[in-house]
DNA sequence: CACAATTAAGTTGCGCACAATTAATTCGTG
DNA sequence: CACGAATTAATTGTGCGCAACTTAATTGTG
């Protein structure tokens, strides 16, 4: 109804773009992993030990930004599936901690191609790539930031 | 284990990005719209609604990309909430059409600051929303594309 | 006109995301 | 050492996203 409507409507489309986008990520994904039987966010896991080993459930969540209620139910789905096993730790029995089965070790030979193929798919060059991650995990830190500031000052004690 | 480990890892992590990014949109606006009692993804519906006053459970559908099964239970949690009515089309009785009820439409001044604060908070200027909204849109088609060939050619006769 | 193919919504089932809560363990401080 | 605060996972409940399927209406073709 304002002169800024154009703005207004611009700035929406940002996250229905983004949106969109994360989405279609996930399409290709989940054609690209069916036959290793993951999701995309397994993946994610599974990459994440593939790399490190073994982990925290704690570590994990801070390495892909989720949370126990997220994290256990999916970690026992993969455990189901043979992929990892979970073990409480010696020194603190607080903490779990996620390590990988044989056959999920072995199953990294068969996601090798994955990555190279969703690269092929986007028909972006490592620049643009680059560039494109630089931007959003900027846009990414200032949502963050104006969540927690929106979310103390509307009901904190200031 | 290959040499480009750093080019496939960098990509894997554009993916990454921009699941964070999309999330961290959604952790403001469930913020913002937590007055209204909206989700974001109700307030899309809602923000297509007070642009075309009716439409179509279909075409809402192809507006957001999104399919009857996250519809259909959505916007009856809407209807519940007296934002919206659905009616069987009389044309066509296969059709349901979505409209806005008067507190629906009231509801609208009551939004109206969200795009404003989302804007402000995202730090980018309306050039940069632009090309980042370009980028991505090329992006999710480039992804589309691939998911469709990658689906057809797996199982596909061809 | 009859009937197969298509189209539009809805339903079911599964997995993820997240808020809120709970249970168990560890830490810190008196 | 005791005890309250903090930390770590797990659980519960709600909503979204999507595949697969169902139901009902319409369209197209003979």
Redesign the pocket.
């Known amino acids: 109804m304002s002169s800024d409507d154009a703005h207004l409507r611009l700035d929406q489309q940002v996250c229905f773009s983004l949106?969109a986008a994360s989405?279609a990520f996930?399409?290709l994904y989940?054609v690209l992993l069916k036959d290793l039987g993951l999701?995309?966010?397994?993946y994610l896991v599974m990459l994440a030990l593939w790399e490190h080993g073994e982990l925290?459930?704690?570590?994990l969540?801070e390495l892909l930004?989720?949370?126990?209620?997220?994290?256990?139910?999916?970690?026992?789905?993969l455990e189901a599936a043979g992929r990892v096993r979970?073990e409480r730790s010696a020194?603190?029995?607080?903490?779990?901690h996620v390590r990988l089965t044989d056959e999920g070790s072995a199953l990294r030979e068969r996601a090798a191609l994955v990555p190279r193929r969703i690269s092929a798919a986007t028909g972006f060059d490592l620049d643009e790539i680059r560039d494109l991650r630089a931007r959003l995990d900027r846009l990414t830190d200032a949502l963050d930031t104006a969540a927690r500031e929106e979310a103390s000052s509307g009901s904190g004690a200031e």
Chains 1, 2 share one sequence.
């Open positions: 949106n989405r996930s399409g989940r999701t995309y966010p397994q925290p459930v704690k570590q969540g930004r989720l949370d126990s209620g997220t994290l256990s139910p999916l970690l026992k789905r979970r020194r603190d029995e607080r903490s779990v």
